[in-house]
């Protein structure tokens, strides 16, 4: 019996071990070896809310703005920096920051000669003098660093001829006074911010023939109507009389010489005579005070009811001064444009938190640094949100309690009033790079236009994370309204997926997201707070690239208590957060299938009939939207299968890489040569206001009068098939990885 | 003491549970959940390379060759049937295979009007008839499948003129013939094969006014001289006297009418009238026996020495037939051709094996179904080994005792005989994809051109996986020289890193592998064996595009034994798995400075003085070789400390993406937009015969006739920048990851 007892003695302690064996396979989490899978830490998450202040952002903004930091100047240096000191900070700074340089062309006006717009009588006196400058009514309007309004990349010249109103400059504007029996040629064509791009004013008029273009602001279009001294600032947030919207009248992005190369000392520069996209003829921009005493005094039949604006008196379209008005009837405007191009160093700062588990996939945030003034809003306002998110997530990292899975890049760009100077030329550089590893690009540029709602845009897949992210955050000034709560009472669409929801702008190429979203097809998005439209139905903030746009008319006007601030603060790093530390990539690609089905089903609508008339048949295009949402679909249904299981890191990995490389599938660099950078076969620029797929619709406006057989109609079946590639490629991309 | 030893005997039990679960966290290795990392298993690569066999290679290569199989010919799709049966097979087949389909322009002769090329006398009474079809010597040239010879794409037409000879139809050819005083106005050209494409000749010629082109092959290019019938295949492997080289004369690759948009049904397609790249003028194909009774007539003076051939008469350059000869002085050659253009359906097989681990990545491997006639050699020689290979991998994989790490996918092209047209519409069909997540294209097009040694044709990056699978592979008939020692003595170069190594070729745009290479950056190569040189000056294996390329062609004099089959089989296949299952990515990158190096000496020499004079440095190109290499060496010392670790599959993942993806950041698809396809940076087509940048050396060699300040100037200024972005772009992706 005993030697039974010891056998079974031995045979217990056999089990046990074994057990215990089990146990210690199976029970205990992966430790030094294989830890859990990283993923957003929630705790991080609310900590980083809690700690970004809006104090804080205050007195950075106070400080960004304090001085003038026009592109390249000795304050955009310094501001360089402050940057790189914050980010180098031994206590709440990155892993690394640097500050390289491009060598770019920018357009400044001359020192020695200002611009000059005059009226100027049949004998050659001078009648009168547009302001030169804007009238100082701060104290912080008069300093040698204000530059004076200018049109940039306009070509110098003196034209001089009768004046006329040509409302926006539209092609359609010039059409009209065509049509009215104007005769255009030689003129001085004075136009109105808005309805076409700066550049493209110059351009269309010059196609008439005018010598020379004014532009101002209509208090119309961005002082709901007011315009008096008392009714603006500093007395409002309203332009002043003598506010001037400064701005690049460059028709691309990118430095002008360098298209497609980054602009290194040694890179190759087209010659000036090759470059195109610029002015054509003399254009200078000027207040709505000159702008009245010129357009008060015109001569000729009185403007369509649309065109008449909230200067006080009937809009009369020219050519040429009234008699019984200021001036005598034959005065003519004079022109005097000096500006000069030269090229200049511009740096862009580059700051990397490099991931803990991932450091190959990069999430990009970024802001220009550069502003045409003081720049409190635009863009200072956003490099203060920049800042306090890098010092918030500094601090964590430095003192080694969090570090991201993924690298989180920040960049503060250079010249991007100039044309997305620095952001497009980072893009040239480092193409491939980029292109391969980064998940998604966060624009915040101008985080504040106004404090009423959040306002993004976006591609379709960072929907879902922004979502997300608002729905936790509190308004600022609603009570427990959630940013996302607010939101969607301001901005939102019926989704065939999800009800009622927020809904996301798409992206034009108004910020430095542009050549991320367009050139390397990047998921992106731009966040800031904005306007109650009810409101307000101004055009943009009224000081907006003016003299005035300082930081007291943040801190009276636009965001007192900087709590709109903080609110884009908030959102802008949650969605860094959540991007940089979830182990499922939180990029819902889904969410494309709503878009292709709505731009399917406008393309239906708005081109269907026309394109059945000349036997082109849409069959092939919804397959492949269709074989796009079933792919989506599968992906789906395969993300929730592993997220209920325990799938390895790898596993994840290669959905992620779907995901983030979905974006990648729709560029295709041979779809539209003539626009320069856009490859993004969905959101290229099309002329159209319905939302479709743009070189679709773009090849119908150009087909729609030509005979059939034309090469017009030939380029319309070539874009169909762009986009069914385009779309058959993407949902190829999203099918399990290994099918056929 | 009872109790006391009952607390002994928990105690014991506790430690001994506690025991347990250490050795089961430590000691087991990590199992279902946590694999070892899978990595190429030799004992696999052992059995394949032992079970690949020559006498299957044999069988097949009999079964392949049977009949002819001209693209989209029944037997062509017969062909699809066996391969698709044989990738499906329960014991010896793939995970799955397809056959997807193309619809694409190809280029037959007339049924119905055969052409025909004849000497007509003055009085239009015909002198001559050159042969319609190769002499039916082994019973295979007389079928109804034996296509005639003809140049596809060559336009249709009868052109009547005076013969001239024109050598080798190059542009220095022509200007040769102008110098020497001959009116080359509407006269028929002889050129022969060689030094300039087979599409290249008719453009030449037309531009001199040349109404027709005849081609043919001397027997000093491809029978070492010989030319009579008993010195002849079927009594040797030197091609008969009657054997004509068929071909596309198509200039670009891939579907003619669809550039850049995979051939579907449905999509966009060019008018003819704006298709380029076909041959201007008619143009066929003669034997060297109709040959010489057209050049052994010439009249005028004797061509340069450099122009003679073996056709055992004086060449003369003409224009017209000589007064004592068999023609009457006055005779013309007329040239008669009715070839049509189809659409026509042609299938890709493709057949895919998951990868256990990363199925989202991709190791191709290729080659072409499609012959001219019976196609022995090319290219179903390739594709007897393609299914050699595919069975063997196929019964372990169907045993259940492997799967590779990453996924295979085994490809048989149609349409490369008309411009590699098959593979091109994959590339674009799957542009995304397949650029996202191929490791490597394998082709073997012609396996066998000759049994003396391997010749392989790659990228750097792939030149360390064949060294060390071919120093492993035994080379048939040489005793015990592995394939490497024997390659070593046919092919080498002194490289300064390596001493002497077998000599990689570069990758033109002969097969396959061209989109992949071109289009899509993917790393690529050519694997063959072929000729001892210092035995033949062959510019190919005889029997080339004729219907004298036949099986017993390859059983008696190509390859015997079919021993050098099987090396190919051997090489490829264990290239291939290493590949495929290798955890760390066989591909050495690093290989690229020795190439970036020798291709900036041979700038500096051949360029440096001209560029000198012209005030551009080459400094900047420098420097970024520079950066290439040191980026390069620190990443080879990356992944020297990685292999001594023990790397996570997430950390090799990560370096694995960055060997993966450095081809691709060679890629510029804005480079040379006159070169469809062409966007690799180091490997486009270039005019000089230095190994150097192309882009470079072709702008150098355009302007260098230029005046200081032309347009040609600035585009060697463009290239130049184009390639050093290029450069500095691969350096970037090589740094480590989180650098900025």
Chains 1, 2 share one sequence.
């Not at 005598?328 to 588990?357: F, P, T």
């Amino acid at each position: 019996m005993q030697s039974l007892k010891v056998l079974g003695l031995g045979v217990g302690a056999a089990a046990l071990l074994g057990l215990g064996v089990i146990l210690g396979h199976f029970a205990i989490p992966k430790g030094a070896n294989q830890p859990a899978p990283q993923d957003l830490d929630l705790e991080v998450l609310e900590t980083v809310m809690r700690q970004l202040d809006a104090s804080r952002i205050r007195e950075d903004l106070r400080e960004l703005s304090r001085e003038p930091h026009l592109s390249s100047s000795p304050r955009d240096e310094a501001l360089v920096q402050l940057l790189l000191q914050r980010w180098r900070d031994p206590v709440s700074g990155l892993d690394a920051a640097e500050a390289p340089q491009y060598e770019v062309l920018l357009s400044f006006p001359s020192q020695e000669q200002p611009n000059l717009v005059e009226v100027v009588g049949p004998t050659g006196d001078i009648l009168h003098t547009c302001r030169q400058r804007e009238e100082n009514l701060t104290g912080e309007q008069g300093g040698p660093d204000v530059v004076p309004p200018y049109a940039a990349y306009g070509p110098p010249g003196t034209p001089q001829g009768l004046l006329v109103y040509a409302n926006q400059g539209t092609e359609e504007d010039f059409k009209e006074l065509q049509t009215q029996g104007i005769k255009l040629e030689g003129t001085i064509a004075l136009t109105r911010y808005g309805g076409a791009g700066r550049g493209a004013k110059a351009v269309n008029a010059a196609k008439h023939g005018v010598a020379g273009v004014l532009v101002y602001t209509d208090p119309a279009d961005i002082n709901d109507g007011l315009s008096l001294p008392n009714e603006t600032f500093p007395n409002s947030w309203h332009l002043p009389p003598s506010g001037v919207e400064r701005g690049s009248y460059y028709e691309y992005f990118g430095d002008p010489l360098t298209p497609y190369l980054p602009a290194k000392p040694s890179s190759f520069r087209l010659d000036l005579t090759n470059v195109s996209g610029f002015p054509p003829i003399p254009t200078q921009p000027i207040g709505f005070q000159d702008a009245k005493d010129l357009l008060c005094n015109l001569n000729g039949t009185s403007a369509l009811a649309t065109w008449q604006g909230a200067l006080g008196c009937d809009y009369k379209l020219g050519p040429g001064f009234r008699a019984d008005g200021d001036f005598s009837a034959d005065s003519q405007v004079k022109v005097s444009v000096y500006n000069r191009l030269e090229l200049r160093n511009s740096s862009n700062v580059l700051g990397i938190i490099r991931g803990a588990v991932e450091p190959d996939r990069y999430v990009l945030y970024g802001n220009h640094r550069d502003s045409w003034v003081h720049g409190a809003v635009d863009p200072s306002s956003g490099t203060a949100v920049l800042l306090e998110i890098s010092r918030v997530l500094g601090t964590l990292l430095k003192k080694g309690t969090w570090r991201p899975r993924r690298s989180i890049v920040l960049a503060s760009w250079g010249a991007e009033e100039f044309g997305l100077i620095g952001s497009t030329e980072f893009t040239e550089e480092f193409f491939s790079k980029l292109q391969e590893r980064t998940v998604a690009y966060i624009n915040v540029d101008i985080s504040v236009f106004a404090n009423a709602t959040l306002r993004v845009q976006g591609t379709p897949p960072v929907q879902s994370v922004v979502f997300s992210a608002t729905k936790e955050i509190r308004s600022p000034g609603t009570g427990d309204l959630s940013i996302y709560d607010n939101w969607i009472q301001y901005f939102n669409r019926s989704s065939p997926v999800y009800g009622i929801v927020p809904s996301l702008g798409s992206l034009g190429a108004g910020s430095d997201y542009a050549p991320f979203i367009h050139f390397l097809g990047i998921s992106s998005m731009d966040i800031a707070y904005t306007y109650d439209r009810s409101k307000t139905s101004a055009r943009i903030y009224p000081t907006y690239h003016t003299a005035f746009d300082t930081f007291d008319y943040v801190d009276k006007f636009l965001d007192p208590g900087f709590g709109s601030h903080q609110a884009v603060a908030r959102t802008a790093g949650s969605v860094l957060l959540r991007l940089s530390d979830s182990f499922f990539l939180p990029l819902n690609v889904s969410d494309y299938s709503e878009t292709l089905r709505s731009f399917l089903q406008a393309a239906q609508q708005d081109l269907g009939a026309l394109l059945e008339q000349h036997g082109i048949s849409l069959g092939p295009l919804v397959t492949a939207v269709e074989k796009f949402e079933s792919a989506a679909e599968a992906l789906d249904q395969h993300i929730s299968a592993l997220q209920k299981g325990s799938p390895d890191t790898l596993q994840v990995r290669m959905l992620n890489d779907q995901l983030m490389l979905l974006e990648r599938s729709f560029l295709n660099p041979r779809a539209f040569p003539e626009e320069r950078y856009y490859s993004h076969v969905l959101w290229a620029p099309h002329t159209g206001s319905t939302a479709t797929f743009p070189g679709l619709a773009n090849a119908c406006s150009t087909a729609k009068d030509t005979d059939p057989g034309s090469e017009a109609w030939a380029e319309v079946q070539r874009q169909l098939s762009i986009v069914v590639v385009a779309l058959e490629g993407a949902a190829a991309t999203l099918r399990p990885v290994a099918d056929l």
